[in-house]
């Protein structure tokens, strides 16, 4: 029978691969590390979807927030800096409000509505791109908005478990912007918890390493909203009607931000910082980023260590980054020797029954 080993390096960057949203900039300018975010304890994904932690993280509903609102307007490009994650799976974007104060709004029940995503284009996941681009995401907030304090949920699922029911991972962090609009409203909105569910077909994918065809998948939390005339509006409370829907956010617009802005001071927990005197350098086109290091996972065959059959796969989320090396019997790969790969090479179309040796 044929058998992979893992190494206890792969073990470990598997481990290693939790992630946490620190730091966003509007228009290429930042308020400062990890100002006007809803920091969560830790870097652990939320599992359980039907939990209010689904919402802004563990402790992320809890008001008041004591967290900067941060001004901005609709149209503004909003850059998000996460960890990077080998874990394979979108990138969305969604807004809560307009509420009075952003800072007293726990985000839970109806309201949200999706802004941007990016799934699988060109080959990459949206791990991918946010990986290659030194951990940023760029994105545009839609015109159309009612001015007003809004919640900005940034969420990265990760789907490497998700052949179980409950094996996706959920990475999420919550903003406090001010946003200054032309009036309107967006829909469709969605409830959090309540949209997602765990047996949903972008959330529970047994066929993930065996079949799957990635080019299909779309991220959960329903489409991309209009916003602007006859969108309906969606705020948590009621909203006047609605003007002309103009194209939000854009994938292809993965620009690296300037360096960060002035950090605010404890003292100022419930000012809002504006942005709209600060210089702004235009990035007309992607940058390539700084040069990083991507983070693989070493297989190793050998007659130590790890052991792993094709029937250990199912359910073993320790040992799933190889688990596809095993999905075609007649796989040959040679003894004492050593392959790097990344865990996105699982689900690339371009070689579903034979594994990519970079």
Known sequence: MFRTILSVSALAAVASAHQNFHQFWVNGESPGYQIGIRMPPSNSPVKDIQSNDIVCNVGGTKVPSGVETIAASEGDEITVGWDTSSHPGPITHFLYGPVDDASQATGIGAGWFKIDELNYEDGKWANEVVMNNGGNYTFKLPTGLESGEYLLRSEMEALHGSQTVGGAEFYIGCAQLKITGTGGGCSPSISLPGAYNAEDDNIYIPNVYFGFEPSTFTAPGGP?????????????????????????????????????????????SSAVIPTSSLVVTPTASRPSGPAITQVVTSVVYQTSIVTLTQTECVGNQARHVVCYLLQSPTTKLPSAQSHSITESDAFSKSHPTKPKLL
């Open 224 to 268: 991309v909203a209009t916003c602007g005339s006859g969108a309906g509006g969606s705020a948590p409370e009621p909203t006047s009607t609605t003007a002309a829907p103009t194209v939000g956010a854009t994938s292809e617009e993965v620009a690296e931000p300037t360096a960060p802005g002035p950090v605010a001071s404890e003292g100022e």
